[in-house]
């Protein structure tokens, strides 16, 4: 009678060890596939997709405008200001923040953009470091020169922007 017991006891702890290991199993797949892509943006990486680059007049740097695939979230637009030696290291050692929307080059060192802070609304919130209140900030020894600030008006992008989920 002693071993019947004890072989029922252990089967009542195997399965419920089994079922603890599916169940962990099941949690860290769903934990892996839904956080953020926290792996560094390099162009040759599979996630990342170049939209396009606006280069300087002597070809030196350019705005990298790239689309990034952050898994289970879908998208999200960046851009950054790289120079032709910074194209193998990570995209976002000089990144530039969504509220910034770049126009055109000047010259080689000068690029011309106006802060939008709306921008945020449509293509999602990052952290910066630059200090915006500046009419010009340096990001990888290129002038930006703010000419143009734009009022936030969050109701007003949100209006714009219903008619594209209806």
């Given at each position: 009678m002693a071993t019947y017991k004890t072989s029922n006891s252990v089967a009542k702890h195997k399965t419920s060890l089994i079922t603890f290991l599916i169940l962990m199993t099941l949690g860290t797949l769903i934990f892996r596939a839904c956080r953020y892509y926290w792996s560094p943006h390099y162009i040759g990486n599979r996630a990342v997709e170049i939209d396009g680059k606006l280069y300087s007049p002597d070809s030196t740097a350019a705005v990298v405008f790239y689309t990034l695939d952050v898994g289970a979230r879908g998208t999200r637009s960046y851009k950054s200001l790289l120079k032709e030696k910074d194209y193998d290291d990570e995209l976002t050692?000089?990144?530039?923040?969504?509220?910034?929307?770049?126009?055109?080059?000047?010259?080689?060192?000068?690029?011309?953009?106006?802060?939008?802070?709306?921008?945020?609304?449509?293509?999602?919130?990052?952290?910066?470091?630059?200090?915006?209140?500046?009419?010009?900030?340096?990001?990888?020894?290129v002038f930006l020169v703010i000419k143009q600030r734009v009022k936030v008006n969050r109701d007003s992008v949100l209006h714009q922007n219903f008619g594209r989920y209806q």
């Open positions: 050692a000089y990144n530039l923040p969504p509220e910034i929307v770049v126009e055109k080059w000047v010259d080689n060192k000068t690029l011309n953009v106006k802060y939008d802070p709306n921008e945020i609304y449509r293509l999602g919130g990052t952290h910066t470091d630059l200090d915006l209140t500046k009419d010009t900030v340096v990001v990888n020894d």
